[in-house]
């Protein structure tokens, strides 16, 4: 069973620009979470698609966005790119059910210079 | 807001030493997921604990959650220099759904 796919591996950008970063959940799976991970703050939740409507939101600026497809692959995407948006982005699948067990792709390093 | 402590945050031991890393929250939580990660790679789902009072053992880890479920520990027997890595231990919220709540994190190091 294939895992969770997160395309690219790598990014650099230039402040004010936008990225858009791609998930493909395991097979199955309806749940997809993203998160930032840096030094400082470490794992911070963004937000959760479940059946392509948002789910959960965390405490990020309305300049983090994102949507899920009705084969369940979601992206995010940000906008006008600021210096502290570097960092580990990291997608999280999950089957949906009683309990949340994620598991996660190898995320996208995502460098603003 | 739910905040998950871990302790220590940083651990050096030689290989074949024992240690605990301990994840404490005054909240509860439905479930407490414990993850290894390393460096520049995706966090690795190690277990899940959903009940209080719950031990589970994965060859020389073993994990527990606490009786009020606000809490939780790993004990790694006879450490290997496999073991090193990131450890985190995750909170799934009260209700359901897939907000985890991540600790702080433990950096392990294991030194032949």
């Known amino acids: 069973k294939a895992g969770v796919t997160q395309t690219p591996r790598y990014l650099i950008k230039t402040r004010g620009q936008q990225v858009t970063l791609s998930c493909s959940p395991i097979?199955?799976?309806?749940?997809v979470s993203w998160y930032q991970q840096t030094p400082g703050q470490g794992l911070q939740f963004l937000f959760e698609?479940?059946?392509?409507?948002?789910?959960n939101k965390g405490n990020f600026p309305g300049r983090f966005s994102g949507r899920q497809f009705s084969n369940s692959r979601s992206e995010m995407n940000v906008s006008t790119l600021e210096l502290g948006d570097s960092a580990l982005y990291l997608c999280?699948?999950?089957?949906?059910?009683?309990?949340?067990?994620?598991?996660f792709g190898q995320g996208t390093r995502l460098t603003v210079v | 807001t739910q905040l998950l402590e871990q302790s220590p945050q940083f651990l050096s031991i030689q290989e074949g030493e024992n240690l605990t890393v301990y994840c404490n929250s005054s909240?509860?939580?439905?479930?407490l997921q414990w993850y290894r990660q390393e460096p520049g790679e995706g966090p690795v789902l190690l277990v899940t604990?959903?009940?209080?009072?719950e031990v589970k053992k994965l060859k020389r880890l073993t994990f527990q959650f606490g009786d009020a479920r606000k809490d939780s520990s790993l004990h790694i027997t006879a450490a290997q220099t496999g073991d090193t890595g990131l450890y985190l231990c995750?909170?799934?919220?009260?209700?359901?759904?897939?907000?985890?709540?991540f600790g702080t994190g433990t950096q392990l190091k294991v030194e032949l």
């Open positions: 999280a699948s999950s089957f949906a059910g009683g309990f949340t067990e994620a598991f």
């Open positions: 097979s199955g799976h309806r749940s």
């Open positions: 698609y479940f059946s392509e409507t948002q789910r």
């Open positions: 909240s509860v939580f439905s479930s």
């Open positions: 604990v959903v009940t209080g009072g």
């Open positions: 995750a909170g799934g919220p009260r209700g359901g759904g897939n907000k985890l709540t």
